[in-house]
């Protein structure tokens, strides 16, 4: 492969991030805390104890501030287990954003590169 074969598929960038999230999977019946890796106004990364299937759909709470909590639901668009560990990544799209979250994400992007 080719380092010019390789696509951007993220419809929006990204920052590194240490956020801690809660989320729950109502389908799965799983629920729990866990730590943002990245995050844009489309999706988030993040790492947490429970495997979660692709596809799901997951509800999380994550503070971008001490004062601003932002509450997400989105698909699993993928889900693996970190190396050597028990515990599990996902990569999350947001479905149905509010305005006002989506600006909020992106302010926190913005003063976080």
């Known amino acids: 492969m080719y380092e010019n074969d390789w696509i951007e598929k ?3 960038n990204r920052v590194k991030s ?6 729950e999977s109502i389908v799965e019946g799983k629920h729990g805390n866990g730590l943002t890796q990245d995050i844009s106004e489309n999706g ?5 104890e429970e495997f979660i ?11 971008l501030k001490p004062d601003k909590l932002i ?3 989105g698909k699993v668009q993928w889900t693996h287990q970190v190396a050597y560990s ?10 149905d954003i509010s305005y006002d979250t989506k ?11």
């Open 18 to 23: 240490s956020l801690p999230a809660q989320y």
């Open 10 to 12: 993220r419809r929006s």
């Open 86 to 95: 028990s515990r599990y990544q996902i990569g999350l799209t947001f479905e």
């Open 71 to 73: 509450v997400l639901s």
């Open 44 to 48: 988030l990364r993040m790492t947490m």
């Open 53 to 63: 299937p692709k596809f799901s759909r997951v509800s999380v709470k994550v503070n």
């Open 103 to 113: 600006r909020s994400i992106a302010e926190y992007v913005s003063t976080h590169r």
